[in-house]
């Protein structure tokens, strides 16, 4: 059996963000249950960092992470680079863009409002007028993360500052011993520490459940992804990440085609989720709706989970029936674009260390104790 200060389950961003962080107070130890670092949520997101979601903590979590992102620290590759987002409103939405766009200028001074000719200039193939978008404003200071970069940087800190990161290692059964805890794989593999992070995304509440811990209320919501060809002669290089003010499209170009979504929210149970044909016709629909495009065919189309707590803000702290059982879940669809600030204030809820100052977050806004009761 292999002992750690810190066994984690969950190999994605929220799993490894942490686990780096730890790195230097003891010994830590990932477990991943697919071959593949996130290949679930943290693989499948469209990985865009904003404030046109969540509430005042996220995007205050949202805000102290951007650091990190455009200066990380060695060791990672460039994660992120600018891209403007740019936020749309058909006339029923106008009070809602006039709520976000001022809620956006209290925390980015990079907040454009934009007539008809300057939506036009940034997207050409916005559809303008009285029966679609009629008003949206930019925040030029959008970031396009990358995934990949991001989990492959964090894997490599965990293993520099000593600890493993093991993949194929789904975890069937967890114990305590009394003093520590031991989680036993499907293989028959097993790990013992102190402290049991529990970062399964999806899974939380059934990893808790093999803990006889009980349940957060983890949520997992499906999100539908297609991919579509950009007009024929467009370049797509500087457009922007387009999102509607009321949450029922975006559009974001990518290597010179672009992902649309209904920004779907389906129940679900935790699964390799795949998208529904339903879901794809309706991202094909509101595409036509809102630009001009006419997709001739879905190139490809994804879905993934982005799993909620109950008021939709992420968890993290010490469950308070279970001594050493850490939950870090509920990151929603802002797990990546949070990861950085979520790290650092569960490292300090796991070591008695302050956590940094987060202008407008502390870390009782996010500790799982106002999910319980
Ligand atoms: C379509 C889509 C678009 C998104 N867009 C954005 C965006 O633009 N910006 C943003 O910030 N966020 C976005 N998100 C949300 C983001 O992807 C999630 O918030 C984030 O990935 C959650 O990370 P996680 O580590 O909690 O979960 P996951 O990445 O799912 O990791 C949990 C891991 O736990 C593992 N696991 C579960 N049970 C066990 C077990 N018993 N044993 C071992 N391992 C186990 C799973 O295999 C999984 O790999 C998007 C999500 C989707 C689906």
């Known amino acids: 059996m292999d002992s750690a200060d810190f066994v984690i389950v969950g190999g994605g961003i929220a799993g490894l963000s942490l686990a780096a962080q730890l790195g230097g107070t003891g010994r830590t130890v990932v477990l991943e249950g ?16 904003h404030y046109g979601i969540g509430n005042a903590t996220v995007r205050a979590l949202t805000r102290w992470s951007r ?8 060791g990672f590759a460039p ?25 956006t200028r209290g925390l980015s001074p990079g907040v454009e409002s934009l007539d008809a000719g300057g939506m036009r200039a940034l997207c050409p193939v916005l559809r303008l007028g009285d029966d679609a978008i009629v008003a949206g404003f930019a925040d030029h200071d959008g970031l396009k993360l990358d995934a990949d970069a991001l989990l492959q940087g964090y894997a490599r800190a965990v293993r520099a500052g000593g600890g493993r990161v093991e993949t194929d290692a789904a975890i069937a059964a967890i114990a305590h011993d009394g003093s520590a805890w031991v989680v ?20 939380a509440d059934a990893v808790a459940a093999l803990a006889g811990v009980a349940p957060l209320g983890v949520t997992p919501l499906r999100r539908t992804i297609i991919v ?27 290597s010179g085609r672009l992902l649309v979504s209904p920004v779907d929210e ?28 006419v997709p001739r065919r879905i ?23 279970a001594p050493g059982f850490f939950w870090l879940a509920g990151q929603g669809g802002y797990g990546l674009q949070t990861a950085p600030a979520m790290a650092a204030i569960a490292a300090a809820l796991i070591t008695g260390a302050p956590a940094p100052d987060m202008a407008g977050v502390t870390p009782a806004a996010v500790t799982v104790d106002r999910l319980y009761g």
């Open 266 to 293: 389906t129940p679900s149970a935790p699964c390799d989720a795949q998208p529904e044909e339903y879901d794809i016709a309706v991202a094909a629909d509101r595409l036509t709706h809102f630009t001009t495009i």
């Open 228 to 254: 579509v060809d950009a007009p024929d002669g467009a370049d797509t290089r500087g457009w922007p990440f387009v999102k509607s003010a009321v949450d029922d499209f975006y559009l974001m170009p990518e």
């Open 67 to 74: 650091g990190f992102f455009l200066a990380p620290p060695d």
């Open 299 to 321: 190139g490809h189309s994804w879905a993934g989970l982005r799993s909620f707590a109950r008021d939709r803000v992420p968890a993290a702290g010490f469950a308070p029936d």
């Open 79 to 103: 994660l992120c680079h600018r891209m403007p987002a740019l936020f749309v409103a058909t006339a029923e939405m106008l009070d809602t863009l006039a709520a976000l766009e001022a809620t």
């Open 184 to 203: 036993t794989a499907r293989d028959g593999r097993r790990w013992t520490a102190p402290v049991l992070v529990n970062a399964a995304g999806a899974w």
């Open 34 to 49: 697919e071959q593949a670092l996130g290949y679930h949520s943290s693989g499948r997101s469209v990985t865009f960092s």
